[in-house]
């Protein structure tokens, strides 16, 4: 529900207007982070979650996903009247400026180059239907999104994770949910984690060592002598 409530209301909010303008990376990074701070608490994820694992869970792009997607279809429905000062604008800035330059359409052009998609000289001449060519703009930042993150069959950026697939939605239900993203992400407070800094210096024994109660060395000693005897035992069955 949050996911969906987010999309509607909050993220047009947020994008608004950014398609026609040149963001500095300040201000790029100042946005992501304001977007992934949300969507990491509407799934009860701590601070130090991954990047990768917030925006896959939820099956959410990053917002600057969502502002390329933006520019490149203003960018092409200016195209689609060539009679307009806009696609005049555009010609003259293709023809007079190159790659390097902080013009706006240069940018829309170097998006297209980096999303595999037609550049803005082969749009000048061609513009495909306006429908597909959303379902394609859409479907190839995605596609590049995820191979940036991570590629697994399981994960997609136009889909929530299975975790969050919660049918009728009720307290209990994301409280659930919220545990099994702590686990999938590794964010979940285990016993194990609070002692990684005592099993790194003294081994895996050192629990063990605490529900015996006996002292460290003595029960490390025993227990090298049971793994022994388990590994000897299992090699004469062999």
Known sequence: VGRHIWNAFILPQL?????????????STTLD????RNLRMMQHLPKSTSKPAIHLLLGSPPVLAEVHVKSITLFTNALRRPVSLEHQL??????????????????INNLLV????????????YQPPREQWRRTVKKAVLQK???????????????????????????L????????AKLLTQRYPLHYSRTAAMAATMGNHAHFARVAKKPWPTFYYTARHWSLCAQHTYACRK
């Not at 999104?145 to 307290?171: D, F, I, Q, R």
């Open 33 to 36: 982070e304001y977007h992934r």
């Open 90 to 107: 555009i010609h003259r800035q293709l023809v007079m400026k190159d790659s390097s330059s902080k013009s706006w359409v240069w940018h």
């Open 173 to 180: 239900t994301t409280v659930k949910a919220s545990t099994k």
């Open 15 to 27: 994008t608004y207007g950014l398609e026609a303008l040149l963001l500095s990376p300040g201000e």
């Open 145 to 171: 999104w995820e191979l940036t993150y991570v590629n697994l069959k399981a994960c997609s950026l136009s889909e929530p994770h299975p975790v969050w697939s919660l049918g009728p939605s009720n307290p």
């Open 114 to 125: 980096t999303y595999n998609l037609p550049d803005a000289f082969q749009l000048l001449s």
